[in-house]
């Protein structure tokens, strides 16, 4: 499932006043980092990932990332990447999504 543009400009409109919870390195994204993000998603649902690496790479840990979480990738901006990832408590409400549980 995919998220519609009205629902990703909400989630950008919230994701706006957010600063980076995770930052990905020199090393890349290592397992700790990746239980940072997790750790993250499951607390807040929506987060900011800064990546501090070229624009190629930044653009494979963008997928990359998102691919492992399982979270939805509402937009990047530089070296910021914001996604969601829903949870059973639905702390983020967004209009026209279908709750988890």
């Known amino acids: ?45 929506l987060i900011k990932v800064k990546v501090r690496l070229q624009r190629d790479a930044r653009v494979k840990i963008y997928s990359k990332i998102c691919d492992k979480t399982g979270a939805y990738m509402v937009t990047t901006i530089g070296m910021v990447l914001l996604i969601y990832r829903p949870s059973k408590e639905n702390k983020v409400e967004i209009p026209g999504f279908k709750k988890l549980g």
């Open 1 to 45: 499932m995919k998220l519609s543009q009205k629902q990703n400009k909400y989630l950008k409109g919230i994701g706006h006043s957010l600063s980076p919870v995770v930052t990905v390195a020199d090393k890349g994204l290592t397992e700790n980092v990746l239980a940072a993000i997790e750790e993250a998603l499951d607390f807040h649902e």
